[in-house]
């Protein structure tokens, strides 16, 4: 059974820097894609950032370039993704995704809120 597990969201001042974790299972996780996902309150999910299995980053909107930067450890089965600088636009929910050579699965999600 797949699971991806994040953690590490939670509620920071403008400015401050989170690192969200999302470890999976169930699959190879040395061999998949592992991207980030955020979702806004009203609006459409988007690409935040992706790995692929050679290390090959493409980050997503250009709002968060210079930010964050997504890392993996297969060691640990995890991916990483270090947000600093953030912003009350940054406020949503942050999605794991795995893309596998047959399918994607998605995390659960963790709410990460921006505010002071």
């Known amino acids: 059974q797949v699971q991806l597990v994040e953690s590490g969201g939670g509620l920071v001042q403008p400015g401050g820097s989170l690192r969200l974790s999302c470890a999976g299972s169930g699959f190879t996780f040395s061999s998949a894609t592992m991207s980030w996902y955020r979702q806004a309150p009203g609006k459409e999910r988007e690409l935040v950032a992706e790995?692929?299995?050679?290390?090959?980053?493409?980050n997503g909107a250009d709002s968060i370039k210079g930010r964050f930067t997504i890392s993996r450890d297969n060691g640990k089965n995890t991916v990483y993704l270090q947000m600093n600088s953030l912003k009350p636009d940054d406020t949503a929910i942050y999605y794991c995704?795995?893309?596998?050579?047959?399918?994607?699965?998605w995390g659960q999600g963790t709410q990460v809120t921006i505010s002071s």
């Open positions: 790995i692929t299995r050679a290390g090959v980053i493409t």
């Open positions: 995704n795995a893309k596998t050579l047959f399918r994607a699965y």
